[in-house]
């Protein structure tokens, strides 16, 4: 399984009850349509955190980073390619 779907279902069963896996487009902007508030952001970053095992910097949690399922992807492989050393 994808790791776009993993973010979808989690953000599905926490924010979007009544929307599908495929309903939910990697370019939705979560935070403008109200999906993820300021608490939601929260606890999306401790989801991610304890999901891929990341240390997420507080300077790191800027909007820009989540704001749609393809942001938190590219978020998340860059954090991977810096705890690889490839980057």
Do not use: C, H
């Amino acid at each position: 399984m994808a790791r776009t779907d993993d973010i979808k279902k989690y953000l599905i069963e926490q924010f979007l009850l009544e929307t599908t896996v495929e309903d939910l487009a990697d370019d939705y902007d979560l935070l403008a349509n109200g999906v993820v508030d300021s608490l939601g952001l929260l606890t999306l970053v401790s989801w991610l955190e304890t999901e891929y095992r990341l240390d997420i910097d507080a300077l790191d949690i800027a909007p820009e980073n989540f704001r749609t399922v393809a942001a938190i992807d590219a978020f998340l492989k860059q954090a991977d390619a810096v705890a690889d050393g490839t980057r």
